[in-house]
Structure formats: structure tokens, C-alpha cells
């Protein structure tokens, strides 16, 4: 009998969605083992098979606690418990709710997101964020920084790594022989032979050669080709021109993905939502979604 996949789930920001959509799919019911991590009032009553608590989300007197600092600190050391139990074994994957990442600084945790933060905790493994749906793969070349550094940051080399990490992830965890890979263009009209930027020429074009990628291909028309079937992934330049695509093409439903982990990671593609949190009116669409993107992944990736 094939074993049950192990999942460790952190609940996020407390004063966020995160608790609430985490709940609405254990009720419903989940084919894993569960391990729960985060504010103890929190992962008291869930549906599961173990639970870690890293805080208290109300004071003695029962009230709830408001501070940003105590809730990056809830949330920062679930990251941090949820990345031994994988790193040790005693997980196969981590699913993570979402987090603020301004609480997570003032708590004293200076990463600019997961994908960056596991990535340190596994040792400082090359690792891409990728956005995931049933329509559309993107990955990520810069992740959160802000856009005048980004012609800084988009080297061939930095490319070239990306694209090596997304190849294997798609071999490994998504069953792809040979993946077809597109690099996004950075400048409008892929630079329009330089009339509109030199960087298609000077940098992506040599670093889609060495990967064996097509492109550098518009953005305006690469993840339509992709969604029509024509490749497996896409590479893109910067943070919101990938973002945008693939919530446009699959908001409720996407997934976000670290790849290049020793372990299988996992996310919805949205933010904590606070305005809405504790109202009834937040979707766990995507919250069940990453779950069983990482049942998925881990199952794919075990020994036949």
C-alpha cells in the first residue's frame, strides 16, 4: 500500500485568511497525513493529525492580540518548524497560508518572501518561484524587488540558473521528458531591435541560447502560446508581468511552487486578504489547490 503523503501546514498570518481557508479544506477532508503549525487557539480545533504551536493569539484575558510584531513572530516561526519537519524527513512537503511580509520584518526575519527565506534554511539552494495552474506555468527571474534593479538583476547567468532549475523541477516533480521552455521579454516588442531596449539582444537572447529555451518572446503573446499548448513553462523577467498573467489566467486556481528545494513546497497565489479576513466571504479555492499540487508532486517524485 502506497503510503499517505505527510504534509506540514503553516497557517500564516494570523490576523489574515490563512487560518480560515486552512480550515475550510481540512472540513472538507484531505488524503494526508497533517501536521499543523501555527497560533495555538488557531490549530486547536482543525481537523488533523498533529499540531505545533508557535504563540498565542490572545492575551491571558482572552482578547486578541493586534500587533504586527507578534503575528510575524506567530507566523515566522511556523516557516522555521514547518522547514525542519521537511529538511529532517519527518515531512514530505510543507503547504504555507499566507503571510505580511512587513509583520515578518519588524519580527526580525529579513527575507523578502518564502521562496528566498527556504531557500536559505535548506542551505542556499538555486531556487525559482513558479505560478501554477491547469493553463499556465510561469517562473519567476527576479521575485520581490523593486523594478529600477531589475535590468540590474536579469544577467545571463541569473537566467540561465532559473531555467536549469525549472527544467529539472518539470522532470522530477511534473513527469515532463523534455520540457519546452519560452523566455519572456523584458522591453516592449522584444526590444524592437533595440529601438525599445538593448537587453533582448545584449542579455536574454544569449542565455535562451545556452538553455535551449525559445525567445526572448513579448510578453504580450508568449503566455498565450504557452496556454495554447506550445510550451510547458514560462521564464519571466520580473515579478508582476508574471504575476499578472498567471492570475489572469487562473485566479482561485493557481498554485505557487519553490522550485530547486530538497522538499516539495507549496502555496495559494494569493495575499492574507485582512479587510476580508474573519467575514466568510474568503475563497480557499487555491488553498486546496496547493494541497493537492503537493500530494501530487510528492507522489510523482517517489521511487517506482
Known amino acids: 500500500m502506497t503510503p499517505r503523503v505527510r504534509l506540514a501546514i503553516t497557517l500564516g498570518d494570523p490576523r489574515g485568511i490563512g487560518p480560515e481557508i486552512t480550515a475550510a479544506v481540512l472540513a472538507a477532508g484531505i488524503d494526508a497525513e497533517i501536521t499543523a503549525i501555527g497560533a495555538k487557539e488557531q490549530i486547536a480545533d482543525l481537523r488533523v493529525d498533529h499540531r505545533i504551536g508557535t504563540g498565542s493569539w490572545r492575551t491571558a484575558d482572552g482578547l486578541v492580540r493586534a500587533s504586527a510584531v507578534e503575528a510575524g513572530l506567530i507566523a515566522g516561526r511556523a516557516i522555521e518548524q514547518a522547514a525542519r519537519l521537511a529538511l ?19 519580527a526580525g526575519f529579513p527575507f523578502p518572501g518564502h521562496t528566498e527565506w527556504l531557500a536559505h534554511l535548506a542551505g542556499g539552494c538555486d531556487v525559482a518561484m513558479m505560478l501554477a495552474s491547469d493553463r499556465l506555468r510561469v517562473v519567476l527571474i527576479t521575485t520581490h524587488v523593486p523594478f529600477r534593479d531589475v535590468p540590474l538583476l536579469l544577467t545571463a547567468d541569473r537566467i540561465v540558473r532559473t531555467g536549469q532549475v525549472t527544467r529539472t523541477a518539470l522532470q522530477q516533480w511534473f513527469g515532463i521528458a523534455e520540457p519546452r521552455l519560452a523566455l519572456c521579454a ?44 506550445e510550451f510547458d513553462a514560462v521564464l519571466a523577467p520580473y515579478h508582476d508581468v508574471g504575476m499578472t498573467a498567471i492570475k489572469v489566467a487562473s485566479f482561485g ?52
Open 88 to 106: 529532517s524527513g519527518e515531512v514530505d512537503a510543507i503547504v504555507t497560508a499566507p503571510v505580511e511580509k512587513h509583520a515578518l520584518h519588524l
Open 186 to 229: 523584458l522591453n516592449p516588442h522584444a526590444g524592437e531591435q533595440g529601438l525599445f531596449g538593448d537587453e533582448e539582444a545584449r542579455v536574454l537572447a544569449p542565455a535562451a541560447e545556452r538553455l535551449g529555451a525559445a525567445g526572448p518572446l513579448p510578453a504580450d503573446t508568449v503566455f498565450v502560446r504557452a496556454m495554447r499548448g
Open 253 to 304: 486556481s493557481g498554485v505557487n511552487v519553490t522550485l530547486g528545494l530538497p522538499f516539495v513546497r507549496t502555496s495559494p497565489d494569493h495575499g492574507t486578504a485582512m479587510d476580508i479576513a474573519g467575514t466568510g466571504r474568503a475563497d480557499a479555492s487555491s488553498m486546496r489547490a496547493a494541497m493537492d499540487l503537493a500530494i501530487d508532486l510528492v507522489q510523482r517524485s517517489r521511487p517506482r
